[in-house]
């Protein structure tokens, strides 16, 4: 881990918060002090520009582009909003193209922390990024295979609004902050603003993180796995 930089990855499939998040943790670090910035996902803006998807051929580019967003930045911590192996995935699922797994996973490897978005959140429409809610499962498939395969850990988070930014902020104080000791001066932070989020998926399932479970590739069991947390309308259970 670089003493200058930390970069956390944010990868999921369709409609499962990465945006959100990504601007919430870098939020959430800056208020205490530290010097954090989300970088948005390329393919994003590609797409808002062109008025459509990207081509098969196109994909090796926006991957190019999405890398050299993220590791221009040389200071501080970098919340990537997905990275070129999200690129890679879909280039495999859509044009079953597999050669930009390789040069993915060596950019993957320099990320300090993976956080893998769950899929427990309810998938809506965005114009043209999104295909269907039948496109999550395979995709998060692909990507948990991908890293499995690399031997690259990760942590699956959960939890809607406050709960996964909470669930995160978990990961990073555990996974970042251990390994890190010049971190140290931050973790009593971290904590005070852990212990601030009451609805936090700690909290919920008395210390049974969800966020730990990163070897099943089974979707529905992890839905399955947080909807035990809901109501019938939703809502967390007290």
Request: aromatic share 6%.
């Amino acid at each position: 881990m670089s003493d200058q930089v930390v970069r956390i990855a944010i990868l999921g499939a369709e409609s499962t918060g990465k945006t959100s998040l990504s601007i919430d943790i870098a939020q959430a670090l800056q208020s205490l002090g530290l010097n954090a910035v989300a970088v948005p996902e390329i393919l994003r803006e590609w797409c808002d520009v062109n008025g459509r998807t990207p081509e098969a051929h196109e994909q090796a580019d926006i991957a190019k582009a999405q890398a050299e967003k993220i590791f221009s930045i040389a200071r501080g911590w970098v919340i990537a909003d997905t990275s070129p192996l999200m690129t890679a995935v879909y280039s495999d699922y859509i044009f079953q193209d597999k050669g930009l797994y390789q040069q993915a996973l060596i950019h993957q490897a320099a990320f300090d922390l993976t956080l893998l978005m769950g899929l427990d959140l309810d998938w809506v429409a965005d114009g043209l990024q999104r295909d269907g809610e039948h496109v999550r499962e395979p995709v998060d498939t692909l990507l948990r295979q991908a890293l499995q395969v690399a031997k690259l850990p990760f942590q699956v988070i959960y939890g809607r609004s406050e709960a996964r930014l909470s669930a995160a902020l978990m990961a990073i104080q555990e996974s970042v902050g251990a390994a890190n000791a010049d971190l140290g001066q931050h973790l009593t932070a971290f904590k005070s603003l852990q212990s601030q989020r009451n609805t936090g998926q700690y909290g919920l399932n008395k210390g049974k993180t969800a966020w730990r479970c990163d070897l099943c590739s089974d979707a529905e069991c992890e839905h399955k796995l947080f909807s035990d947390l809901l109501k019938p309308d939703g809502s967390l259970k007290s």
